[in-house]
Nanobody, 118 residues
């Protein structure tokens, strides 16, 4: 089983920046892709950004140009650099070893809370 631990969240003002980290451990043979998801209060969990093992990336329209996903394959780490944060970015952020509809996925970590407020 894969264990996922997210960190780096916190309280930040609009326009500020945060860098989230995700550490994967446990029975990891190979990770082909990693993704960041978020769940805002009262909303469905959604894919924010994804990255393949080779570095191909995809982003939700709402964060494109502001967020950057990256990974360190040797350390089994994935990162999310978030710039120009908006109030609507508030939510709990999760990483996962799969890319797809969040409601089909299991084995989520505890997530890390991101709150954007003045």
């Amino acid at each position: 089983q894969v264990q996922l631990v997210e960190s780096g969240g916190g309280l930040v003002q609009p326009g500020g920046s945060l860098r989230l980290s995700c550490a994967a451990s446990g029975s990891i043979l190979s990770i082909n892709a990693m993704g960041w998801y978020r769940q805002a209060p009262g909303k469905q969990r959604e894919l924010v950004a994804g990255i393949s093992r080779g570095g191909w990336t995809t982003y939700a329209d709402s964060v494109k140009g502001r967020f950057t996903i990256s990974r360190d394959n040797g350390k089994n780490m994935v990162y999310l650099q978030m710039n120009s944060l908006k109030v609507e970015d508030t939510g709990v952020y999760y990483c996962n070893t799969r890319l797809g509809p969040p409601h089909t996925m299991t084995d989520w970590g505890q997530g890390t809370q991101v709150t954007v407020s003045s």
